[in-house]
T-cell receptor, first 113, second 113 residues
Framework: KAGVTQTPRYLIKTRGQQVTLSCSPISGHRSVSWYQQTPGQGLQFLFEYFSETQRNKGNFPGRFSGRQFSNSRSEMNVSTLELGDSALYLC????????????FGPGTRLTVT | TQLLEQSPQFLSIQEGENLTVYCNSSSVFSSLQWYRQEPGEGPVLLVTVVTGGEVKKLKRLTFQFGDARKDSSLHITAAQPGDTGLYLCAGWESGGSNYKLTFGKGTLLTVNP
């Protein structure tokens, strides 16, 4: 069974631009969660999508948004990029919402200059 | 948001040594998880502990959940270079009907041959 895939793996953007990251969950998994990982703050929860609906949200500004498609693939968008948005963005999939077992993808390394 | 403090932040040891890393909170968690993350990869779930006082063993790794479900420890016996990585503890906290995973900042372990 293929694991969680994230594209692209690396991205360099300029302040003020917007970016879209993609996550394909493990086949059969219907929940996708997004996390931001930085050296200073560690891993922080962004949001979770299940059956195309946002089920849970962390404490991030509205510039961070997401969506989920009918095939469970998910995208995350960050608008008006700031230098502090430079981070590793991880998505994790599970078969249902609130499931203990989450499987993480390798992440997208975003650098904002 | 409940906080998880991990200690030590960094640990460098020789192959064959034993070590313990700690995860502490002032809040009660419904369950705690331990993950290992290697460079360029997402975290991989090692164990979930649910019951206060629970001890789980995974080969040379022993995980313990505190009686009050506020703290946990990970003990590695006879560490090997393959154990090198970032060890993260994470607690599930409830926000009504939805749960989210809160991570500690991790312990970066280096095992030297």
């Amino acid at each position: 069974k293929a694991g969680v895939t994230q594209t692209p793996r690396y991205l360099i953007k300029t302040r003020g631009q917007q970016v879209t990251l993609s996550c394909s969950p493990i086949s059969g998994h219907r929940s996708v969660s997004w996390y931001q990982q930085t050296p200073g703050q560690g891993l922080q929860f962004l949001f979770e999508y299940f059956s195309e609906t946002q089920r849970n949200k962390g404490n991030f500004p509205g510039r961070f948004s997401g969506r989920q498609f009918s095939n469970s693939r998910s995208e995350m968008n960050v608008s008006t990029l700031e230098l502090g948005d430079s981070a590793l963005y991880l998505c994790a999939s599970s078969w249902t919402s609130n499931a203990y077992e989450q499987y993480f993808g390798p992440g997208t390394r975003l650098t904002v200059t | 948001t409940q906080l998880l403090e991990q200690s030590p932040q960094f640990l460098s040891i020789q192959e064959g040594e034993n070590l313990t890393v700690y995860c502490n909170s002032s809040s009660v968690f419904s369950s705690l998880q331990w993950y290992r993350q290697e460079p360029g990869e997402g975290p991989v779930l090692l164990v979930t502990v649910v019951t206060g006082g629970e001890v789980k063993k995974l080969k040379r790794l022993t995980f313990q959940f505190g009686d009050a479900r506020k703290d946990s420890s990970l003990h590695i016996t006879a560490a090997q270079p393959g154990d090198t990585g970032l060890y993260l503890c994470a607690g599930w906290e409830s926000g009504g009907s939805n749960y989210k995973l809160t991570f500690g900042k991790g312990t970066l372990l280096t095992v030297n041959p």
